[in-house]
């Protein structure tokens, strides 16, 4: 089994900072793919960042220059950088992991974590 767990949400004002951690635990030996997700309210659920296990990430233009993502493979975590935060930022944010091999396992998972809030006030 694979679970996550999302910390380090909160709420700040505009040009606030805040960095997410998520954290996989389980009989894990790789995980290809993690990235972050967001979902406010009466909107679509996307894409925030991304990064693979090969060093390549990606970031959504909307967050571009103010968010960096980041891996710590030999914890299987990922974390979120965010600075010069906006309102338009605030919403639940949740983190996932695509292509996790688990030992004595064959067949590849993916999961997510609960999501934790993040409230940016004008």
């Known amino acids: 089994q694979v679970q996550l767990v999302e910390s380090g949400g909160g709420s700040v004002q505009a040009g606030g900072s805040l960095r997410l951690s998520c954290v996989a635990s389980?009989?894990?030996?790789?995980?290809?793919?993690m990235a972050w997700y967001r979902q406010a309210p009466g909107r679509q659920r996307e894409e925030v960042a991304s990064a693979a296990n090969d060093g390549e990430t990606y970031v959504a233009a909307a967050v571009k220059g103010r968010f960096t993502i980041s891996r710590d493979n030999a914890k299987n975590a990922v974390y979120l950088q965010m600075n010069n935060l906006k309102p338009d930022d605030s919403a639940v944010y949740y983190c996932r992991a695509q292509g996790v091999g688990l030992r004595n396992s064959m067949a590849p998972r993916d999961a997510w974590g609960q999501g934790t809030q993040v409230t940016v006030a004008p």
């Open positions: 389980g009989r894990i030996r790789t995980i290809v793919h």
